[in-house]
C-alpha cells in the first residue's frame, strides 16, 4: 500500500510501514534498521509513536554525515512522505484560549491530535498519525468549519497538549470561582494567596498553578522579561526573548490581578497597596534545578497593577568578558581600565542594554579576598555573597548621594553606583575617587562622548571630571545569529559602506543572513552579544572638556586614539559572522 494512500478504517502508524521507505530513500542504513526493529518489540519501546522510538536510538543520517536522525527530521520527513504540509510546533504562535476551547482534553488525546490555529476559514489540527482521521469528521460537524491537517512532532503535540489544557482549567477555575464571590471579597481573599498556615481552596490552587506555569514557560523560552498588563476585559501576557516582545497569553482581568497579587506575596511586597509603584525579588529555580532571581516591579494603570519581572541569570557573573561579547582591543582596554586604582568608570546605554550584567561580571572579576567591594543599588539586581550590597530607601533619606557617605566610612576600595542622576550623587562620586576609590556607575546616554555632555548638565565642574573620570564605555547587546541555519550570502561594497560611511575597511567578501530554523523560532538568531564602544581618557581627550565641550570634536578625538564607534564595533561581529547589517542597524546609532 502506498503510504499516500489512506486506509479506509483508522491505522496507526507502525515501525515496519515506516522502515521501508526510510531505506528505499536513502534515510536510514540496512543494519540500524534490523536492529531498530529487534529493539522496538521490547515491553518498554511497544507503547512509542513509530518516530520518537527511531529518535531515541540516535541513528545515524546517511544524508547528514555529522547529524543523527532527530525527532524534528523524521516529523519533516514524514509530512513530506504523506503529502501534509510540516510545522514546527511554537508555542509562542499558539493562542492557546482560542485553541484548547475548540475540543476537550479528552478528546485531544484520544487521538493524539492539538489545535494549533483557528480563523473564520479553518481549523488548523496538528497530527503525528496521518492515517488517524475519524476525527475530522467530528470536529467539522461541531466547529462549522473545514478541518486543515498539518504534521507536527508526536512529543511536542502530548506535552504542549497536557500543558495548555492544565493552564486553560486553571484559568478557567480562576475566572468561575472569582464570578462565586463578590469583587471586594474576592480582593480580600487574594491577600491570603501564597499563605502556607491555611490549606489553600480551589481558587488559590488554580492561581498558583498559572504563576508556576509562567515562570516555568519563561525559563523554556529563555525570557529575559515578564509583562503581566491589565486591561478593560482581558489581561496580557509578554515575554522579552533576545530584545524582542511575544504575546503568550491573555487572561480575564480578575485572573490578571489574582496574578499579579500572587506574585506580590511572592516578592515581598505589599499585596494591598495597589496605588503605588513597588519593587520586589524572588528567587526560584528552572527546570534543570539552577537557581535564578527575579527583580519584580508594579505600576498602577487604569485598568489596574502592571507588573513586569526581569530574570537574572545568576551564570552572567561567571562568564568571562569574551564570552560577554567583548574582544580583540576593546577587551584589553576594559581590563587596564578596571585595574586602576582609583578614578570613575561609566557605563552607558539605554535601559535593556546589558549594562548591569557587565558591571556585575566585572565586579565579580575584581572581588578578591583582598579587596573591600561595596555596591548602592537601587534596586538591588542580583544578590552575590563576594559584595557588600546596600539598597537605596528614598522614604528613610538613604538616598545614592546619603549612601555613598556611609560607604566612605565603610574603608572600600571599590565602590559600585546603580546609577549617577543628579549632581549631588555625581559630587560624592568624583569624592571618593578623589580619595582614593575606585567608583564604577551608570548613566543614561547614547554613546560613551555624550556622558561628558551629561555630566557637565548635571553641573559637574569640567575640572573635576578631568581628575577624575578614567573613561567611559558604551553599549548594546545584538541578536546574533542562529548557527543551526545561518547562511553566507555575497555583500556589495556600496551596501556596506552606507552602513557606517568613512569608518570602515574594505568590506569582506561575505557576510551572514538570518534564515529561521526549529532552534531559534525561526527568527534566525538565537541569544545576544555585546557591542562596546569605550572611550578611555588622555590628556588630549581632556583638554578638549570645557564648559561649551563640543562633543563631535571630543568623539572625533576618541577615535583616532583607538575608540571604536559601536557602529563599526558592530561591523566587525558581522564580518566574523555572528550577526547580520539589519540587527546592527536596528540597535547601533548612526553618527
Known amino acids: 500500500m502506498s503510504m499516500r494512500n489512506a486506509p479506509p478504517h483508522d491505522q496507526w502508524l507502525t515501525l515496519k510501514q515506516l522502515l521501508p521507505a526510510l531505506l528505499a530513500q536513502g534515510r536510514l542504513l540496512q543494519g540500524c534498521a534490523e536492529e531498530a526493529l529487534i ?112 504534521i507536527a512532532n508526536p512529543l511536542e503535540i502530548q506535552r504542549l497538549s497536557v500543558e495548555f489544557f492544565q493552564l486553560a482549567k486553571s484559568v478557567t477555575g480562576a475566572a468561575l470561582n472569582d464570578q462565586k464571590s463578590s469583587h471586594s471579597a474576592n480582593l480580600e481573599h487574594l491577600l491570603t494567596l501564597g499563605n502556607g498556615s491555611q490549606e489553600p481552596d480551589a481558587n488559590d490552587a488554580h492561581i498558583v498553578n498559572i504563576v508556576d506555569w509562567l515562570l516555568q514557560y519563561a525559563f523554556e523560552q529563555r525570557a529575559s522579561d515578564i509583562h503581566i498588563e491589565p486591561r478593560r476585559e482581558q489581561g496580557g501576557v509578554r515575554f522579552r526573548i533576545d530584545g524582542v516582545l511575544h504575546t503568550v497569553y491573555q487572561f480575564p482581568a480578575q485572573v490578571t490581578m489574582a496574578v499579579v497579587s500572587r506574585l506580590k506575596s511572592l516578592g515581598r511586597m505589599n499585596v494591598a497597596e495597589k496605588r503605588k509603584p513597588q519593587d520586589g525579588r524572588l528567587k526560584t529555580k528552572t527546570p534543570a534545578g539552577a537557581e ?61 542594554s546589558g549594562k548591569t550584567s557587565t558591571l556585575y561580571a566585572t565586579l565579580k572579576r575584581l572581588a578578591t579576598p583582598q579587596i573591600n567591594l561595596c555596591t548602592l543599588e537601587d534596586p538591588i539586581e542580583m544578590i552575590e555573597p563576594a559584595f557588600n550590597q546596600m539598597q537605596v530607601q528614598a522614604n528613610i533619606d538613604l538616598t545614592f548621594a546619603n549612601g555613598v557617605r556611609a560607604l566612605m566610612r565603610q574603608d572600600p576600595d571599590i565602590i559600585m553606583l546603580g546609577e549617577i542622576r543628579d549632581l549631588e550623587t555625581a559630587e560624592v562620586a568624583i569624592q571618593a575617587a578623589l580619595t582614593g576609590h575606585l567608583v564604577l556607575s551608570t548613566l543614561h546616554t547614547n554613546d560613551a562622548p555624550s556622558a561628558i555632555s551629561r555630566l557637565l548638565e548635571l553641573g559637574v565642574a569640567p575640572y573635576l571630571i578631568k581628575a577624575t573620570l578614567l573613561g567611559v564605555m558604551a553599549q548594546r547587546l545584538v541578536r546574533t545569529l542562529c548557527p543551526e541555519c545561518k547562511t553566507e550570502h555575497p555583500i556589495s561594497t556600496p ?8 569608518w570602515l575597511t574594505p568590506p569582506p567578501l561575505k557576510t551572514c543572513q538570518a534564515n529561521g530554523c526549529m532552534a531559534c523560532r525561526d527568527t534566525g538568531y538565537s541569544g545576544r552579544s555585546g557591542v562596546y564602544e569605550i572611550m578611555q581618557m588622555s590628556a588630549n581627550l581632556n583638554r578638549l572638556i570645557t564648559p561649551h565641550t563640543d562633543i563631535n570634536t571630543l568623539r572625533h578625538e576618541a577615535c583616532k586614539e583607538g575608540m571604536r564607534p559601536l557602529r563599526v564595533a558592530a561591523a566587525q561581529k558581522v564580518s566574523a559572522g555572528l550577526t547580520t547589517l539589519v540587527e546592527t542597524l536596528r540597535v547601533t546609532p548612526a553618527y
Open 292 to 352: 535564578v532571581e527575579l527583580r519584580l516591579a508594579t505600576l498602577p494603570t487604569v485598568f489596574g497593577e502592571k507588573m513586569v519581572m526581569r530574570i537574572f541569570d545568576p551564570q552572567i557573573m561567571l562568564k568571562r568578558f569574551d564570552q560577554l561579547g567583548f574582544e580583540g582591543e576593546d577587551l584589553l582596554r576594559w581590563e587596564q581600565m578596571i585595574r586602576r586604582p582609583n578614578g570613575i568608570i561609566l557605563i552607558t546605554g539605554p535601559t535593556g
Open 39 to 150: 529493539r522496538s518489540r521490547e515491553p518498554l519501546n511497544s507503547p512509542l509513536h513509530p518516530l520518537v522510538f527511531l529518535a531515541s536510538q540516535q541513528l545515524q543520517d546517511p544524508t547528514r554525515p555529522t547529524k543523527t536522525l532527530d525527532l524534528e527530521t523524521l516529523t519533516a520527513w514524514l509530512a513530506e512522505e504523506f503529502a501534509q504540509p510540516y510545522l514546527r510546533l511554537d508555542p509562542l504562535k499558539i493562542e492557546v484560549a482560542t485553541v484548547t476551547g475548540l475540543m476537550s482534553f479528552a478528546f485531544a488525546q484520544r487521538h493524539q491530535i492539538l489545535a494549533v490555529a483557528a480563523n473564520e476559514e479553518a481549523i488548523t489540527i496538528a497530527s503525528a498519525q496521518p492515517w488517524v482521521r475519524s476525527w475530522e469528521a467530528d470536529l467539522k460537524h461541531v466547529l462549522k468549519r473545514p478541518i486543515k491537517r498539518v
Open 495 to 502: 551596501d556596506w559602506q552606507s552602513f557606517a560611511p568613512g
